[in-house]
């Protein structure tokens, strides 16, 4: 088979999607074994909560600088960076004390930082306006089927051949991605900018996020987007094992089913926002499907059947993991021209914020409160406020197409 050339736009969306898998995998892969890792080490499987945060605040400032980097040193070597550090952060998890586990939690998430800002640049680059919401929701199925792979895959290697085989699986795919990359590193950093300098963007592309009045809106409901779907994902196992009567192999299927529906709903969606004109349109609708299936997820019986149970986990992950590429093409549209990079980055900040503010947030107020199923309430409040600040979005009038090649 002929590999495409580096330039080809569906090459780009090949290698983007690969990176976006592994950091995707190697962020959610405790959550997927949580229980088994904390028997190993003696700790309270809730303490994951803590992990994603810490995660995701590096990813939050990592997202600062990476379209800085990506100026710098060009988008395919920023890919590369992102994956030695996504790999070096699985090894570090794997050594047995949580002094390496919050070390590794860094890396990963320092690799989760540069990975959006570089897609973003190559994508924008190498892919015409017209099609943007379905490229950028192609790219973006990386991180559903990642995790898809993972909530599979992990556990049954968890109780079958221990824990650490599904790191090490995660270090092999991220390895060979990082291999293809050199591939076409040439073509790709071609425009890079060697002399610029952080002095003039001391905090990346947040301030240019911030003083779109549109984006800002979009930037604040991603926050709770993010928030909501860390939360799905950190804490359905744990929930199922918990108190919904399951086992954890059958609750690591029902999270892969979210992961299904989060996977195969973005394309779609990208396709129906290309069609409408108006991923705000899109948004809000996703986000009102989060809401009911949310309730849906409190109110869950063991006695539910199956197949209810598993539409259910696939109408959770179409709209709690199914939004990401519709907002990425969304900054994409609104960003100046020729700083996309930039604009991606600041975007991914608030969207690693809201991840780092959720799962810390849900582990306290389980404190408090004492059973998942009630704590739960955190995700429909998320998507009632994320509602209102779409309609924000749209007052602002940034249903009007303006699109930035």
Not at 26 to 52: C, D, F, Q, R
């Amino acid at each position: 088979m002929t590999v495409p050339h580096p330039a080809s736009a569906w090459f780009v969306v090949l290698v983007t999607t690969a990176a976006q898998m592994v950091v995707a995998m190697s962020n959610i892969v405790l959550s997927t074994i949580a229980p088994k890792v904390a028997e190993s080490l003696g700790v309270a499987p809730v303490l994951v909560g803590y992990h994603v945060g810490l995660t995701f605040g590096a990813a939050a400032v990592a997202s600062i600088y990476g379209g800085i980097v990506v100026l710098r040193l060009g988008a395919a070597r920023t890919t590369q960076l992102s994956m030695v550090s996504s790999v070096t952060g699985v090894a570090l998890l794997a050594l047995p004390h949580v002094g390496f586990i919050a070390l590794g939690s860094l890396f990963i998430g320092t690799g989760m930082g540069f990975a959006s800002p570089a897609a973003a640049h190559l994508l924008v680059r190498h892919t015409s306006p017209d099609r943007r919401n379905l490229l950028f929701s192609i790219k973006q199925t990386g991180v559903p089927l990642g995790g898809v792979i993972i909530a599979l895959a992990a556990p049954i290697l968890a109780v079958t051949a221990g824990w650490r085989w599904s790191l090490a699986m995660i270090a092999t795919v991220g390895v060979a991605t990082l291999l293809v990359t050199e591939r076409a590193r040439g073509a790709w950093d071609s425009d890079r900018r060697p002399t610029g300098s952080l002095r003039s963007t001391p905090f990346g592309g947040v301030p240019l996020v911030w003083r779109q009045k549109a984006l800002r809106w979009v930037a604040l409901a991603a926050v709770l987007f993010s928030g909501v779907q860390r939360i799905l994902l950190s804490f359905t196992v744990i929930y199922l094992v918990a108190e919904g009567g399951y086992g954890l192999v059958e609750a690591g299927i029902m999270l892969s089913m979210a992961q299904v529906g989060g996977a195969t709903s973005r394309i779609p969606w990208g396709w129906l926002a290309d069609r409408l004109r108006s991923g705000l349109a899109v948004l809000t609708l996703i986000c009102a499907i989060m809401i009911v299936s949310s309730i849906a997820l409190i109110l869950l019986e063991a006695s539910w059947p199956k197949p209810l149970v598993y539409l259910l986990f696939f109408l959770l992950g179409a709209s709690c993991v199914g939004w990401n590429g519709i907002v990425h093409a969304e900054c994409a549209r609104l960003s100046p021209p020729g700083m996309i990079s930039l604009a991606a980055g600041g975007m991914s900040f608030f969207v690693f914020g809201g991840v780092m503010f959720g799962p810390p947030v849900f582990a306290v107020a389980y404190g408090t409160i004492g059973t998942y199923g009630a704590t739960l309430w955190l995700m429909v409040f998320g998507g009632v406020a994320a509602l209102g600040l779409l309609l924000l979005a749209h007052r602002q009038g940034s249903g009007r197409q303006r699109i930035h090649a």
